[in-house]
């Protein structure tokens, strides 16, 4: 126990030298967006900026493709994870608009061309900026509005949830607390203050959140693991809420591991709530 004690004072003291939150917000700004037009046409996709905390933040509004008509009154309000920008997440948005969703997507401050600097509180702001801006787009049905939170975004999507209930909401591979997500990465028992500015504590936020939840979560996710992260914001949520941990998927690659038809049989089943 001697050693251990002195060995956690030890690391706080080169911890607390360093700070994570570069690594939490892996930005790459942009010049330019430019992403595919390949199954989005240019006539179905608008650029948009909308300010936050007096920076410009800039995203997309993607109308559905109307072809499914249980889903295409329906708008998901994505918060994209933690990697680079708008265009990192692109493909996710095709599969969206494919499924038969309308999408705004946005960079939060300091990524891609979105000004400012990230931090917890900016993503916060961030996301009530983003739903006051999709709240006045037109022909946009303020009733079906769905919030998808991946990876860091289930953050800025569980607090929006508190304060402005959406439809649904979708937590995909979310992580439980800065705390757990510390532990995870060092195998040390330390508070995840000693190298994080936030909380971003998403178990005990989502105890406030009273629309249905589901969560979904790659059972051989390496980066944040599901037993320790996603299955703990799903003890705390409330009724009605599904988990599905997914065999085989790690971080990245849930709808590819699932198969296409699978994974937009479960986002139809969310709009539905057929579990």
Partial sequence: MVYKFFFIIIMGLIFSSCDMDPFLFNTKTLDNYNVSNAIIPDSARQLITFQSQGNTIYGFFVKSNGKVDAIKEYTLLYFHGNKYNNTEYWDRVEL??????????FDYEGFGKSEGTCSEEALYADARAARSYLYSFPGVDTSKIIYYGYSLGGAPAVDLSVQYPPKKLILEAPFASGDVLIQSGTLLDIPGSFLLKG???NADKIKNV????AII?????????SNKNGAEVFKNANLPKVFIQVPGADHTNI??????????EFLYNVVSWNF
Wanted: aromatic share 16%; hydrophobic share 40%; net charge negative.
């Fill in 255 to 264: 709808p590819q591991t699932m198969g296409i038809p699978a994974y937009n």
């Fill in 217 to 225: 979560h790659g059972i051989d996710d390496k980066f944040i693991d």
């Fill in 199 to 201: 909380e971003f504590n």
């Fill in 96 to 105: 969206f608009y494919s499924a038969g969703f309308s999408i705004l997507i």
């Fill in 210 to 213: 009273h629309v249905p939840v």
